[in-house]
């Protein structure tokens, strides 16, 4: 897909992201956007995002923004829906994808946690429909999971692996399609743990943010979890384990410590309070240092050829 027209069905974050990063590579990128607000800013924050890893900001004029979706599908050959994670719409978006897209077009859901089979069930064509779920911010973070779906074909897995790898990411291919994917389902099993801990009264959430960040978080980057089982012996993996399995939390549910929180309005960044109260400052600064490690993590990887 050297040069090939891209199709981004949502230019918000996520969209942008998406764009900016296809853009970058040099791909002609489309993207349709159904509000006017979002779309007069899309070029503008694609352009600083540029700007911020390094490239030139010219690049977004790669990017053309459309109210039309046909139009913006009219020629592509690789389609990513970027919609709210609301499963009626997706499904929506792609039975209108089958009708406006090229037949041999590739139709791609960024979403974070459902399946593609649940997007797709029913629908014709469904051997070219995957799940490519970009992190968030999509511009700095590698991974992509590419989720394989029951009728996804291995050719579209291939030219989907193939393209991502072409824009300097690290694409996963997920085998079965199960919700959450890979990274997130361990993301959020951390997080039941955490948020159990906290409702039992092991410690607050400010101590355990830093238990993981002044510990384990620090080995990630390089030892991944499997790996370090390996490195300290299953043997010993075994033993902590039969100590450990029985004391975790097993919640089939949200907890009700955070159902609790949701209920009072307590919603984190966007109140104020969370399971920790949080300043203008320091919200300020906790996105700077993200950002700031982000980009620093990308520098590294471009320089050391990894992008």
């Excluded at 393209?163 to 389902?185: E, M, Q």
């Excluded at 949200?254 to 609790?260: F, I, Q, R, T, Y």
């Excluded at 620093?296 to 990894?306: F, T």
């Amino acid at each position: 897909m050297t040069k090939a027209r891209i199709a981004i069905i949502g230019g918000g974050m996520m969209g942008a992201g998406i764009a900016q990063v296809f853009a970058a590579a040099g791909h002609e990128v489309f993207v349709h956007e159904p509000f006017e607000a979002v779309r007069t800013t899309l070029i503008e924050r694609i352009g600083a995002g540029l700007a911020q890893v390094g490239d030139d900001p010219n690049l977004a004029t790669n990017v053309v923004v459309t109210s039309d979706m046909a139009e913006a599908v009219r020629h592509a050959a690789f389609v990513t829906e970027a919609a709210p994670e609301k499963l009626l719409l997706k499904r929506s978006i792609f039975t209108q994808l089958i009708e406006l897209a090229p037949r041999d077009a590739i139709l791609a859901s960024n979403s974070s946690v459902m399946p593609i089979g649940s997007i797709t069930e029913g629908l014709p064509t469904a051997e070219r429909m995957v799940g490519t779920h970009w992190w968030n911010p999509a511009t700095l973070i590698p991974l992509v999971e590419v989720i394989q779906g029951v009728e996804t074909s291995d050719a579209t897995i291939r030219a989907t692996m193939n393209l991502l790898t072409s824009v300097g990411k690290k694409p996963a291919h997920v085998k079965k399609d199960i919700a959450g994917f890979v990274a997130n389902r361990l993301q959020h099993a951390l997080w039941r743990e955490a948020i159990a801990m906290v409702a039992e009264g092991v410690c607050d959430a400010a101590t355990l943010d830093a238990c993981v960040k002044n510990s384990f978080g620090l080995r990630l980057p390089v030892l991944g979890p499997l790996e370090n089982a390996d490195l300290v012996g299953l043997d010993l993996t075994l033993d902590i384990h039969r100590t450990m399995m029985p004391e975790l939390d097993r919640h089939a549910e949200p907890h009700a410590l955070l159902k609790a929180k949701v209920e009072a309005g307590d919603l984190g960044f966007k109140s104020g309070e969370g399971f920790r109260p949080w300043t203008d400052e320091q919200k300020t600064r906790l996105r700077d240092d993200l950002v700031a490690y982000l980009v620093k993590a990308d520098k590294e990887r471009r320089a050391g050829g990894g992008r």
